[in-house]
T-cell receptor
Framework: GAVVSQHPSRVICKSGTSVKIECRSL??????MFWYRQFPKQSLMLMAT?????????EQGVEKDKFLINHASLTLSTLTVTSAHPEDSSFYIC?????????????FGPGTRLTVT | AQSVTQLDSHVSVSEGTPVLLRCNYS??????LFWYVQHPNKGLQLLLK??????LVKGINGFEAEFKKSETSFHLTKPSAHMSDAAEYFC???????????FGAGTILRVKS
């Protein structure tokens, strides 16, 4: 099956700094990538949808200037949490979707646990 | 708009007994429905999916789910639970296959030996 990786798997940063999380589709081209956030003991909430080469579409209530998303290639999307604060601590999960047809399913990465101290 | 309600936040079964995880959905369009499993500190794994073909869907690891339009349900079942099935399960709906996914709140399955 299709494989999606995330790096890093865990990151601890100080309040006020920025953190970049990478999401890669390893064996297929992802025209669309999605970024989710999961709080402890809660479900996944979609933050934004990004299509390769265009600006991301953010869900209501998600600050686009705080959560910068770049989808510069068909295999890589990045999420940068700018000026992180403790309330940004969460589990961030990406998914990737190929083109129409059998590749239309979303494949999920293993997630990145961010802790802001 | 689409929404998903998982009726049980926690389910506990004994090893070897059947598993039933309940899910009701709401969708303005013909939905695509999925069940995902998440083991601790692991990514989401797709168990099975319904995309308007057969209403009884068989997935991996012996799981299956039945799409019942009249009841707007998509319950997940397994005849015999294994210890390795202990995890959190998410019911997910999408209006268009592969499009924006809406997750249920999750059901934590505990399997007792």
């Amino acid at each position: 099956g299709a494989v999606v990786s995330q790096h890093p798997s865990r990151v601890i940063c100080k309040s006020g700094t920025s953190v970049k999380i990478e999401c890669r589709s390893l064996d297929f081209q992802a025209t669309t990538m999605f970024w989710y956030r999961q709080f402890p003991k809660q479900s996944l909430m979609l933050m934004a949808t990004s299509n390769e080469g265009s600006k991301a579409t953010y869900e209501q209530g998600v600050e686009k200037d705080k959560f910068l998303i770049n989808h510069a290639s068909l295999t890589l999307s990045t999420l940068t949490v700018t000026s992180a604060h403790p309330e940004d601590s969460s589990f961030y999960i990406c998914s990737a979707r190929g083109q129409a047809g059998p590749g239309y399913e979303q494949y999920f990465g293993p997630g990145t646990r961010l802790t802001v101290t | 708009a689409q929404s998903v309600t998982q009726l049980d936040s926690h389910v506990s079964v004994s090893e070897g007994t059947p598993v039933l995880l309940r899910c009701n959905y709401s969708s303005s369009y013909s939905p695509s429905l999925f069940w995902y499993v998440q083991h601790p500190n692991k990514g989401l794994q797709l168990l099975l999916k319904y995309t308007s073909a057969a209403t009884l869907v068989k997935g991996i690891n012996g799981f299956e789910a039945e799409f019942k339009k009249s009841e707007t349900s998509f319950h997940l079942t397994k005849p015999s639970a294994h210890m390795s099935d202990a995890a959190e399960y998410f019911c997910v709906v999408s209006a268009v296959y592969g499009n924006k996914l809406v997750f249920g709140a999750g059901t934590i399955l505990r399997v007792k030996s």
